[in-house]
T-cell receptor
Framework: DAGVTQSPTHLIKTRGQQVTLRCSPKSGHDTVSWYQQALGQGPQFIFQYYEEEERQRGNFPDRFSGHQFPNYSSELNVNALLLGDSALYLC????????????FGDGTRLSIL | KNEVEQSPQNLTAQEGEFITINCSYSVGISALHWLQQHPGGGIVSLFMLSSGKKKHGRLIATINIQEKHSSLHITASHPRDSAVYICAAANTGNQFYFGTGTSLTVIP
């Protein structure tokens, strides 16, 4: 049984470009959350998807958007990349909301040049 | 002020020592999570609790809802316990608030 898988593992982009990160939840999970973790910092909540809709959102600009597909997989899109978007992007899945155990992927490390 | 504060930020212990990491939060929660992050980024969920105490092997997590405080204890620490431990508060609105983590190094 595969856990949470994220792709790609590493990505290098330049300022102004757009990026799409992907997440497949653990089998049986219906909720996907995305987090940004800057170097040396704790993760910051970006948003959570449930039933193909954004259920909750953290303090991130509209440049950050997402999508959840009928098979519960999810994408994180970031437009007009800034140097400050360089971070590890983590995906976590659960069955239900945040009062359920969260299973994390290994993350996508995004570097902006 | 952050919604979740952890202490200490860094901790070095000798193998075998008893370790305590503290977490205070200011939001109303539905659950409090303790996470372990190894170098390279992978995060493992250790505990999720909303009251009382949970134990898994050498790890114990406690929470005091009235005081909005949680602790993670590691008994008989081992070098393989070296990692960053993160406290995360999940509020009733499905938002997650993370602490900045405690970096633990256990020396043989």
């Amino acid at each position: 049984d595969a856990g949470v898988t994220q792709s790609p593992t590493h990505l290098i982009k330049t300022r102004g470009q757009q990026v799409t990160l992907r997440c497949s939840p653990k089998s049986g999970h219906d909720t996907v959350s995305w987090y940004q973790q800057a170097l040396g910092q704790g993760p910051q909540f970006i948003f959570q998807y449930y039933e193909e809709e954004e259920r909750q959102r953290g303090n991130f600009p509209d440049r950050f958007s997402g999508h959840q597909f009928p098979n519960y997989s999810s994408e994180l899109n970031v437009n007009a990349l800034l140097l400050g978007d360089s971070a590890l992007y983590l995906c976590a899945s659960s069955f239900g909301g945040n009062n359920q155990p969260q299973h994390f992927g290994d993350g996508t490390r995004l570097s902006i040049l | 002020k952050n919604e979740v504060e952890q202490s200490p930020q860094n901790l070095t212990a000798q193998e075998g020592e008893f370790i305590t990491i503290n977490c205070s939060y200011s939001v109303g929660i539905s659950a409090l999570h303790w996470l372990q992050q190894h170098p390279g980024g992978g995060i493992v969920s250790l505990f999720m609790l909303s009251s009382g105490k949970k134990k898994h092997g050498r790890l114990i997590a406690t929470i005091n809802i009235q005081e909005k405080h949680s602790s993670l204890h590691i008994t008989a620490s081992h070098p393989r316990d070296s990692a960053v431990y993160i406290c995360a508060a999940a509020n009733t609105g499905n938002q997650f608030y993370f602490g900045t983590g405690t970096s633990l190094t256990v020396i043989p």
